[in-house]
């Protein structure tokens, strides 16, 4: 029974830790848990806890600074103070040495006064410049009597002339004014006071190109929306329609009029928003692209041609056909050759029109 209690008391002693299975205090050197029987190991590092009284020193204890470190303190303190001190005495050295240096300058200036006042009696002006050593500058010669008179008669004349220049500016300058602020408050009567010269009939009558005859007409009816402008606007239109139409459908064909008004077309269409120009556009694209078709081989046995077509308004990129069969269904072949073909057109605008294409060049009229 000894034993026992001796060896209960003893690892209660020990520290403890937690198993790590069932989670029960056990000891920190035990290799098997008491409770649950797991093999728990030992510890690599035992853990070590010191206390006040392991390090050996008391829980309540008071510190005293050395003699060195009291010797120490004092010399530094004494030290600083010793710098503050200087640099204050150099402070004040320095404000007194620059008021020393301005009574030095200001006390010639009351010596003169003083001798002036108590000898003799003061020279005149042209007395001074004779006794003086040096000759007379600029300034002391603007200074003399009749420097000064020439100089205020050119002062009053620069006042004079300054007072005229602001009276013209500010006449000159209302008036500008109040046509600013007219214009500001009512832009409407200004652009209608405002007459634009039309120059259309006068380039159409010099042979100007007609895009640029619309776009004249056009502008000046933008600046005054007069009948007589909306007239000559609307006639230039309709001249440079049929001029478009003309170059697009000629008889015979011919694929550099064809061009031309394609390009015509498209510069009116740009500053022109009218829905026929607009129309006209569309149509006249259409055309261009009906005879972007290059012939790329003949056939002779099978009496056939092929056609690689470039119109980007269909699907199909390439057509063979024979005497009698449609290309793009408006073109109907009449013959083919060893080297061409001869095509006829029978849209509305273009029928009649003979075409001739040969092997990878571009379609050309069939005179």
């Not at 035990?30 to 392991?54: I, S, Y």
């Not at 002006?125 to 004779?130: D, K, S, V």
């Not at 640029?212 to 440079?240: C, F, G, P």
């Not at 081989?297 to 980007?312: G, H, K, M, Q, V």
């Amino acid at each position: 029974m000894p034993e026992s209690v001796n060896r209960d008391q003893g690892s209660a002693k020990d520290p403890t830790r937690l198993c790590p299975v069932c989670r029960m205090p056990i000891s920190i050197l035990a290799v098997r848990c008491r409770f649950c029987g797991a093999e728990v190991g030992r510890p690599r590092k035992e853990q070590e806890t010191f206390t006040v009284k392991d390090l050996g020193g008391e829980y309540k204890s008071t510190y005293t600074l050395s003699d060195n470190v009291a010797e120490a303190l004092d010399a530094f303190i004494s030290e600083e103070r010793a710098q503050l001190q200087a640099q204050e005495r150099r402070q004040q050295a320095a404000a007194s040495k620059s008021f020393f240096r301005w009574q030095l300058k200001s006390e010639p200036q009351s010596e003169e006064k003083h001798e002036h006042g108590t000898g003799l009696p003061e020279l005149d002006a042209e007395n001074r410049i004779l006794s003086s050593d040096t000759l007379p500058t600029r300034s002391q010669r603007m200074n003399s009597p009749q420097a000064t008179a020439f100089d205020l008669i050119g002062r009053r004349t620069l006042v004079v002339a300054g007072i005229v220049a602001g009276l013209i500016l500010l006449y000159f300058g209302t008036d500008f004014a109040w046509a600013r602020i007219r214009n500001i408050i009512s832009p409407q009567s200004a652009q209608e006071d405002f007459v634009y010269p039309n120059r259309a009939a006068e380039f159409y009558a010099a042979g100007t190109p007609l895009t640029e005859v619309l776009e004249e007409a056009l502008i000046a009816l933008r600046h005054n929306a007069t009948d007589e402008n909306r007239e000559i606007a609307e006639t230039m239109r309709q001249r440079l329609i049929k001029h478009v139409e003309d170059n697009a459908f000629s008889k015979p064909f011919d694929m550099e009029k064809l061009n031309q008004a394609s390009a015509d077309i498209t510069r009116a269409a740009a500053f022109d928003s009218n829905g026929r120009i607009t129309q006209l556009l569309e149509e006249i694209n259409r055309e261009a692209a009906c005879f972007k078709f290059i012939l790329t081989s003949i056939d002779i046995e099978d009496e056939s041609a092929s056609f690689r077509l470039n119109n980007p308004f269909t699907t199909e990129r390439a057509q063979v056909v024979a005497v009698g069969d449609l290309l793009q269904d408006r073109f109907l072949v009449k013959r083919i050759t060893p080297r061409e073909v001869i095509l006829e057109d029978i849209s509305a605008r273009g029928a009649g029109r003979q075409i001739l294409a040969r092997p990878l060049q571009p379609v050309e009229a069939l005179l």
